[in-house]
């Protein structure tokens, strides 16, 4: 069912400091800076690698509000990995066999996530504590 760890999604204070620490300490480039207000997110994507089918990224965020998922995150446990996202061939696919196994999922239907990708979340108290993401990248 997974291709991939697209991404590991990083919650911080200030993207423009955490673009600077992660860029320093491992030589990663910014391929994309974006706002995704219906995720309540400023965000930046660092690459590990590419890939045909989609690469692999470092996936940080700042909240735009103090209500949204990653700002109720930070304010409850402060900084660091917030969620972990997997590649998957077609995410509505992935949706419907995951959830079909008892897993909440966080959205009815696929979202717009990074780099045009297709998104959808799985509740974290369903998947060990880990707040799961299926992304389905962009066709390159
Ligand atoms: N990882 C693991 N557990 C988490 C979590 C996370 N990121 N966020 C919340 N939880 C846990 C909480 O600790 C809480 O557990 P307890 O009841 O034991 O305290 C439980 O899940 C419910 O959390 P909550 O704070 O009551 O609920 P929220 O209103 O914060 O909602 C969640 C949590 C996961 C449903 C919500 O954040 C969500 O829908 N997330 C999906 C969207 C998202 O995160 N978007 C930002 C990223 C965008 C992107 O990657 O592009
Ligand atoms: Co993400």
Known sequence: MFMRIDHIGIACHDLEEKIALFSGL????????????????KEAMLRIADADGGGSYIQLLEPLSPDSPVGKFLAKRGEGV???????????????????????????????GSMGSQIAFLHPKDVGGMLTELVQAAKS
Do not use: C, T, W, Y
Request: hydrophobic share 40%.
């Open 82 to 112: 917030h969620h972990v996202a997997f590649g998957v061939p077609d995410v509505s696919e992935a949706m419907s066999k995951i959830g079909g196994k008892g897993v909440r999922l966080l959205d009815e239907s696929p979202r717009h």
């Open 26 to 41: 491992f030589e990663l480039e910014v391929v994309a800076r974006e706002v995704n207000e219906e995720q309540g997110v």
